[in-house]
């Protein structure tokens, strides 16, 4: 199943440091610049020369002997077939010819994208960590980590002071407006910041958990104090997308309690630990209540569905359309909200098919009346992938596309494990963050480290 060989074992510190720096300014979305009227990604374009260099400097035979975990691979590719089988067969506007070379442009560049993130991180990443770097890639990502929460806390604390912000929200949203007392450091959004500072927290626990005892000692108390860190700054950013992240994330880690605890008929143990999801659940509630933006989307989120229904899709578009809604919070949420709560009605109606296998790949980026919405005909994209995944490719493209991310851990994973990449999950499905990315290729090299393990014993 592995080649034991580690094709890049003999690089120095330099080099993993160079590796930490770029996996973590994945993240950052200040480095984005605009060329010819073209967002450009600047980790990205480090992480193409990354790619090169480590290619162009190896022997042919290094080459040959590059780790590839085929299962979780496999699982990446059906992925993508699925969705492509899926555009053809369910997507209405894709043979027509004004659409065509839209819809394919997009399957193309999604492809291109998320196969680039997978090269680097889940081969390229995969095969350069090994016992003897790992502690000072983990110190790289925690002394970023750190620079990032304090400057998004100095942020706050001089916007309370002065009432003028440092640094501006993310030129290409297009949103001027003041973010005001909310985190998002260089994160560029305060979703963005939620999002990467849950997984953040599911990153730590992963390494850190599967470290030597000897380096718990050392780290145990930078690793709480980060996570403190986080969890405070992630409930600052009062972002929409952190809530949606969170209870994704609940729902994920109770399926997988359930998983977990009935292969071991412990029906005792399940109530016991979904009770405690629930428990954790009240509290946050607690938090979110007493935090006025939140409760704004709760309360907006509760009156939505109610209308839903109780007279169905038809007059929920109708109601977060009016420009009586112009001034609450789903209102600029819309080109997430609206295939949710679209794919919510087919469960109403019973259309099975709708349920199982969507409206078709890429059909979500042209909701007429989200297009109205945003007075265009052109395609709008929502930022939340579950929205994409559910409206376009039903509960088989969610299915498939979770048992790619959980192939990722190794036989033996515990709870930990399972509920860490479950939030951290949630953050990709919430905002399509790839943050998820750099979680799998830790999951995945602990996979192997124990498959050698076993191999030796």
């Given at each position: 199943m592995?080649?034991?060989?580690?094709?890049?074992?003999n690089?120095?510190?330099?080099f993993?440091?160079v590796f930490?720096?770029?996996?973590?300014s994945?993240?950052?979305n200040?480095?984005?610049?605009?060329?010819?009227?073209?967002?450009l990604f600047?980790?990205r374009?480090?992480m193409?020369?990354?790619?090169?260099?480590?290619?162009f400097?190896?022997?042919e035979?290094k080459i040959?002997n590059?780790i590839?975990?085929?299962?979780?691979l496999?699982?990446?590719?059906?992925f993508?077939?699925?969705i492509f089988?899926n555009?053809?067969?369910?997507?209405?506007y894709y043979?027509k010819?004004?659409f065509?070379?839209?819809?394919?442009?997009?399957?193309?560049?999604?492809?291109?994208?998320?196969s680039f993130?997978y090269?680097?991180?889940?081969?390229?990443?995969l095969?350069?960590?090994?016992?003897?770097?790992?502690?000072l890639?983990?110190?790289v990502?925690?002394?970023?980590?750190?620079i990032s929460i304090?400057v998004?806390l100095f942020?706050?604390?001089f916007?309370?002071?002065t009432?003028?912000?440092?640094?501006k929200?993310?030129?290409?949203y297009?949103?001027?407006?003041?973010?005001?007392?909310?985190f998002?450091?260089?994160?560029?959004?305060?979703r963005?910041?939620?999002v990467?500072?849950l997984s953040?927290?599911?990153?730590?626990?992963?390494i850190?958990k599967n470290?030597s005892?000897d380096l718990?000692?050392?780290?145990?108390?930078?690793?709480?104090i980060?996570?403190?860190?986080s969890?405070?700054?992630?409930f600052?950013?009062?972002?929409?997308?952190?809530l949606?992240t969170?209870?994704i994330g609940?729902?994920?880690?109770?399926?997988?309690i359930?998983?977990?605890?009935?292969?071991k008929?412990?029906?005792?143990?399940?109530?016991?630990l979904i009770?405690c999801?629930?428990?954790?659940l009240?509290?946050?509630?607690?938090?979110?209540?007493?935090?006025?933006?939140?409760?704004?989307?709760l309360v907006?989120?509760l009156?939505?569905?109610?209308?839903?229904?109780?007279?169905?899709i038809e007059?929920?578009?109708?109601?977060?359309t009016?420009?009586?809604?112009q001034?609450?919070r789903?209102y600029?949420?819309?080109?997430?909200?609206l295939?949710?709560?679209?794919?919510c009605?087919?469960?109403?109606e019973?259309d099975?098919l709708?349920?199982f296998f969507?409206?078709g790949?890429?059909?979500?980026?042209?909701?007429?009346?989200?297009?109205t919405?945003?007075?265009?005909?052109?395609?709008?994209a929502?930022?939340s992938?579950?929205?994409?995944i559910?409206?376009?490719?039903?509960?088989i493209?969610?299915l498939?596309l979770?048992t790619?991310?959980f192939s990722?851990?190794?036989k033996?994973?515990?709870?930990?494990?399972?509920?860490?990449?479950?939030?951290?999950?949630?953050g990709?499905?919430?905002l399509?963050?790839?943050f998820?990315?750099?979680?799998?290729m830790?999951n995945?090299?602990?996979?192997?480290?124990a498959?050698?393990?076993k191999n030796?014993?």
């Amino acid at each position: 199943m592995y080649k034991k060989n580690n094709f890049l074992k003999n690089k120095n510190d330099f080099f993993i440091i160079v590796f930490g720096i770029i996996i973590f300014s994945n993240e950052l979305n200040y480095f984005r610049f605009e060329i010819f009227d073209n967002i450009l990604f600047g980790p990205r374009i480090l992480m193409s020369f990354f790619i090169l260099y480590v290619f162009f400097s190896l022997p042919e035979k290094k080459i040959k002997n590059i780790i590839l975990i085929k299962k979780n691979l496999k699982y990446f590719l059906i992925f993508f077939i699925y969705i492509f089988i899926n555009l053809i067969l369910f997507n209405d506007y894709y043979l027509k010819s004004e659409f065509f070379f839209k819809f394919s442009k997009i399957l193309i560049y999604d492809f291109i994208k998320y196969s680039f993130l997978y090269i680097f991180f889940c081969i390229i990443g995969l095969n350069l960590i090994n016992k003897d770097n790992l502690k000072l890639l983990f110190k790289v990502i925690l002394i970023l980590s750190y620079i990032s929460i304090v400057v998004g806390l100095f942020f706050i604390v001089f916007y309370s002071i002065t009432e003028y912000e440092l640094i501006k929200r993310l030129f290409y949203y297009d949103d001027f407006s003041v973010v005001g007392l909310r985190f998002y450091s260089f994160f560029g959004e305060p979703r963005n910041a939620s999002v990467t500072l849950l997984s953040l927290v599911c990153l730590t626990v992963v390494i850190f958990k599967n470290l030597s005892t000897d380096l718990k000692k050392q780290f145990w108390p930078w690793i709480y104090i980060l996570i403190i860190l986080s969890l405070i700054s992630f409930f600052l950013t009062k972002s929409f997308t952190g809530l949606l992240t969170l209870i994704i994330g609940s729902l994920l880690s109770a399926i997988v309690i359930s998983v977990n605890e009935f292969k071991k008929a412990s029906f005792k143990r399940i109530f016991i630990l979904i009770l405690c999801v629930i428990v954790i659940l009240f509290l946050v509630y607690i938090v979110l209540f007493n935090i006025g933006r939140y409760y704004e989307y709760l309360v907006e989120f509760l009156r939505i569905f109610k209308i839903l229904i109780n007279t169905g899709i038809e007059n929920t578009i109708a109601d977060l359309t009016t420009t009586l809604r112009q001034h609450t919070r789903l209102y600029s949420q819309l080109k997430d909200v609206l295939p949710l709560l679209s794919y919510c009605s087919y469960f109403l109606e019973l259309d099975i098919l709708k349920i199982f296998f969507g409206n078709g790949s890429y059909t979500s980026y042209y909701v007429e009346s989200v297009s109205t919405f945003h007075n265009t005909t052109d395609f709008v994209a929502p930022h939340s992938f579950i929205s994409r995944i559910l409206y376009d490719n039903g509960l088989i493209g969610i299915l498939i596309l979770s048992t790619f991310v959980f192939s990722s851990l190794k036989k033996d994973s515990d709870l930990a494990d399972k509920i860490s990449l479950s939030f951290c999950f949630a953050g990709f499905l919430a905002l399509n963050s790839t943050f998820l990315f750099i979680l799998l290729m830790f999951n995945l090299y602990f996979k192997k480290t124990a498959y050698e393990n076993k191999n030796k014993s």
